[in-house]
T-cell receptor, first 112, second 112 residues
Framework: DQQVKQNSPSLSVQEGRISILNCDYTNSMFDYFLWYKKYPAEGPTFLISISSIKDKNEDGRFTVFLNKSAKHLSLHIVPSQPGDSAVYFCAASVVYGNKLVFGAGTILRVKS | DTGVSQNPRHKITKRGQNVTFRCDPISEHNRLYWYRQTLGQGPEFLTYFQNEAQLEKSRLLSDRFSAERPKGSFSTLEIQRTEQGDSAMYLC??????????FGPGTRLTVL
């Protein structure tokens, strides 16, 4: 069963605009959520995380929002840049530092 | 470069052969994780270590797979009697305890 779902396989955004990537989860035991970015031929790179006790976490151009009641989180990138073009993975864990459960990823293309 | 390193980066083998991959984590990271990623999917958890102790193994890790971290530093993942279904990207990650995981570039395995 797919506990973490990224329902949009791809997203295309104009440079300078906002990119919004979405993620849904089914396991109510998940307590920590992370976003990773992956370029071709490289491993995933950690971007930002959020604990279930928060509903928002910001780091520069990246903001993650968590809606526990809806079991939904989103990553906002503002402003989007061409270098942001990559595959973005949402991941969750029951205990921070334990195994991660990943979604299938969303391909983001930022057009200049 | 003090990131996670993995060797080899690519491995082509014939069905039935044994293969071994190596992962060198970030220095002083006591947790080390192995994941497998196939095309169009997110990484799937295989196993993880805290120091030299293997704390959890996924049911994906059949008896043909074995992982070790003998001195709590580098780790090896061995696949015996490889099958075509083992073809995937094998990712290693490390973390300094209960923190985000940092991934290496992966080893791409092709079983002919």
């Amino acid at each position: 069963d797919q506990q973490v779902k990224q329902n949009s396989p791809s997203l295309s955004v104009q440079e300078g605009r906002i990119s919004i990537l979405n993620c849904d989860y089914t396991n109510s035991m998940f307590d920590y959520f992370l976003w990773y970015k992956k370029y071709p031929a490289e491993g995933p790179t950690f971007l930002i995380s959020i604990s279930s006790i928060k509903d928002k976490n910001e780091d520069g151009r990246f903001t993650v929002f968590l809606n526990k009641s809806a079991k939904h989180l989103s990553l906002h990138i503002v402003p989007s840049q061409p270098g942001d073009s990559a595959v973005y993975f949402c991941a969750a864990s029951v205990v921070y530092g334990n195994k991660l459960v990943f979604g299938a990823g969303t391909i983001l293309r930022v057009k200049s | 470069d003090t990131g996670v390193s993995q060797n080899p980066r690519h491995k082509i083998t014939k069905r039935g052969q044994n293969v071994t991959f190596r992962c060198d984590p970030i220095s002083e990271h006591n947790r080390l994780y192995w994941y497998r990623q196939t095309l169009g999917q997110g990484p799937e958890f295989l196993t993880y270590f805290q120091n030299e102790a293997q704390l959890e193994k996924s049911r994906l890790l059949s008896d043909r797979f074995s992982a070790e971290r003998p001195k709590g530093s580098f780790s090896t993942l061995e696949i015996q009697r490889t099958e075509q279904g083992d073809s995937a990207m094998y990712l290693c990650a490390s973390s300094p305890g209960l923190m985000a995981q940092y991934f290496g570039p992966g080893t791409r395995l092709t079983v002919l």
